[in-house]
């Protein structure tokens, strides 16, 4: 059955979402920084709320701090407090996810990113940009 509107495709979208994506963030054969692209390159853009996050600089993080089903993200140097992930990217994060920030081993950064729309991005939005949060994994501090 091909879907004919934007408006059905959305909405399919968002069915096989609630199906997939929770499998997606138990599969180990995902890194956490690819979980987060996978939610930047969904066709609906993730609204950020109240992102008291400034865009393209990168904030270092401290831990995550799980509380019912939200993710709260604690950061190194605390200018924002602590940060409410927005739910698609809260629920593509593991136990396991959060066991590895915690521990330090590996340090990560938080940057809301500027994506400026174009016809591979969101279709039909007015908008010229979106804000997406990106997730990057930073070397080891040396021993």
Same mark, same amino acid.
């Given at each position: 059955?091909?879907?004919?509107?934007?408006?059905?495709?959305?909405?399919?979208?968002?069915?096989?979402?609630?199906?997939?994506?929770?499998?997606?963030?138990?599969?180990?054969?995902?890194?956490?920084?690819?979980?987060?692209?996978i939610?930047?390159? &969904?066709?609906? =853009?993730?609204? $950020?709320?109240?992102?008291?996050?400034?865009?393209? #600089?990168? /904030?270092?993080?401290y831990?995550?701090?799980?509380?019912?089903?939200?993710?709260? #993200?604690?950061?190194?140097?605390? #200018?924002?407090?602590?940060? %409410?992930l927005?739910?698609?990217y809260?629920?593509? #994060?593991?136990?396991?996810?959060? =066991?590895?920030?915690n &521990?330090?081993?590996?340090?990560?950064?938080?940057? %809301?990113?500027?994506?400026?729309?174009?016809?591979?991005?969101?279709? $039909?939005?007015?908008?010229? /940009?979106?804000?997406? $949060?990106?997730?990057?994994?930073?070397? %080891?501090?040396? &021993?």
């Amino acid at each position: 059955m091909p879907l004919a509107t934007l408006s059905e495709r959305l909405e399919f979208d968002a069915d096989q979402r609630v199906d997939w994506w929770p499998s997606v963030a138990r599969n180990p054969a995902y890194s956490l920084v690819e979980k987060f692209d996978i939610v930047n390159s &969904s066709i609906r =853009a993730e609204p $950020l709320g109240e992102c008291r996050l400034t865009p393209r #600089v990168p /904030y270092e993080i401290y831990s995550f701090l799980p509380y019912e089903s939200d993710i709260y #993200v604690h950061f190194e140097i605390s #200018v924002v407090g602590n940060y %409410r992930l927005p739910a698609n990217y809260a629920v593509m #994060v593991s136990r396991r996810d959060i =066991a590895l920030v915690n &521990s330090h081993f590996h340090r990560f950064t938080l940057t %809301r990113a500027v994506k400026h729309c174009d016809w591979r991005r969101i279709p $039909l939005d007015d908008k010229p /940009y979106t804000f997406d $949060l990106v997730l990057k994994q930073l070397p %080891r501090k040396p &021993s």
